[in-house]
């Protein structure tokens, strides 16, 4: 079973997913995050986010989009092949939005790109993470680490990637459910246990 969650940069994420994988302890859940999770797709991650390159909004369509291939050929197909339960921080969703609607490709340009490298593998539920854009610029800025290029993006490139996600959960509201991001962080994983509960049980 394929976990993913969602969300601009500074919703949560890897709290969540960390948080997920210690309550899902008797499952043995395997985490992964995007872009990563194998060698080639941690080395195209620290490229596409390397602020002193130029990296147009194709080019970084096509880098994810190359990370995830390898990692959904690499691990994830034999990982849900055998029956394991994986927990992915971002998956095809993220390009949606990111480089769909904030670079302005186009969603359903993305998805079809998305759709040849993933060869159709899906997120049985997917946990959108929900937070205004000010206040998840704030928490990346509160981190006290230097901007990668894509954290260094205007609000107005935040703002559009909340748009897509919330036009994204509404397009398909049974796999997605929305959490508010800005709840203490032991709320939003009592929320999103309650969520994944129903697939969960035996």
Known sequence: MLITVEGIDGAGKSTLVAGLAGALAAREPVVLREPGGVELSERLRALVKDPALT??????????????AQLVEE???????????????????????????????????VRALNAFGTAGIAPE????LRIEPAAGLARVGGRGEAHDRIESE???????????YDELAAAEPERWAVIDATQPPEQVLAEALAQLAPLLEP
């Open 125 to 128: 539920r997917t946990l959108l």
């Open 55 to 68: 990296v147009g909004g194709r080019a970084e369509a096509l880098i994810y989009a190359a990370a995830r």
């Open 75 to 109: 691990r994830l197909r034999p990982l849900l092949d055998a029956g394991r339960l994986v927990l992915l921080d971002r998956f095809v969703d993220s390009s949606l939005a990111y480089q769909g609607a904030a670079r302005g490709l186009g969603v359903d340009a």
């Open 154 to 164: 205007r609000e107005a490139f935040w703002i559009a990637c909340a748009r897509a």
